[in-house]
């Protein structure tokens, strides 16, 4: 059985573009949530969507988004990238939203320079 | 606000001993409690949960014990093994009852070294 896959692992990109990071949960999980993790911070949820609706969302700026498709992929995206930006993405899926059993992906690392 | 709180970032034992990494939390309406072991470039993976209901979980080698009235967890890992260097990290969730949904509060990590 395949587990969660993040597509870039690795990504450079430059102050104020925008990026895209995708998120393939495991089949039949309808529950998505992304993360990020920095060495300051630890993990901070960023959003959580299931059935391609956003259920909650974290304390972040309005640059970053996500949306959730019908098979049940993810994808988030932020944009005017800042520096602080850089950090892991790491996206966790669980087979519905009263269950607990959390699966993470590797996640992807996003470095601005 | 720091709702989940580790504080040792860091902690070192001798292979064979007991591992014990501590959790403490400061929203009562969390309501299951997770811990989750992470090495460099994964993903963190799970390790064992424990439900408000509870006092402890055992599975194997790792045991979480919950002290609700001090808002306080922890995680005995024995004996410790050199694989079990990693970073640990608790995790905690409200209930659906209590508004709660898939976000998990992480606390910021420790780091476990087991010396051969």
């Known amino acids: 059985k395949a587990g969660v896959t993040q597509t870039p692992r690795y990504l450079i990109k430059t102050r104020g573009q925008q990026v895209t990071l995708s998120c393939s949960p495991i089949?039949?999980?309808?529950?998505v949530s992304w993360y990020q993790q920095t060495p300051g911070q630890g993990l901070q949820f960023l959003f959580e969507?299931?059935?391609?609706?956003?259920?909650n969302k974290g304390n972040f700026p309005g640059r970053f988004s996500g949306r959730q498709f019908s098979n049940s992929r993810s994808e988030m995206n932020v944009s005017t990238l800042e520096l602080g930006d850089s950090a892991l993405y790491l996206c966790?899926?669980?087979?519905?939203?009263?269950?607990?059993?959390?699966?993470f992906g590797s996640g992807t690392r996003l470095t601005v320079v | 606000d720091q709702q989940v709180k580790q504080n040792s970032p860091s902690l070192s034992v001798q292979e064979g001993r007991i591992s014990i990494l501590n959790c403490d939390y400061t929203?009562?309406?969390?309501?299951?409690f997770l811990w989750y072991k992470k090495y460099p470039a994964e993903g963190p993976t799970f390790l064992i949960s424990?439900?408000?209901?509870?006092d402890k979980n055992e599975d194997g080698r790792f045991t979480v014990f919950l002290n609700k009235s001090a808002k306080h967890l922890s995680l005995h890992i024995v004996p410790s093994q050199p694989g079990d260097s990693a970073v640990y990290f608790c995790?905690?969730?409200?209930?659906?009852?209590?508004?709660?949904?898939?976000?998990?509060?992480f606390g910021k990590g420790t780091k476990l070294t087991v010396n051969p």
């Open positions: 995790a905690a969730k409200k209930g659906l009852k209590q508004g709660g949904s898939e976000k998990l509060v």
């Open positions: 966790a899926s669980s087979p519905d939203v009263a269950n607990y059993g959390y699966t």
């Open positions: 969507y299931f059935s391609e609706t956003q259920r």
């Open positions: 424990i439900s408000s209901i509870k």
């Open positions: 929203n009562s309406m969390f309501d299951y």
């Open positions: 089949s039949g999980h309808r529950s």
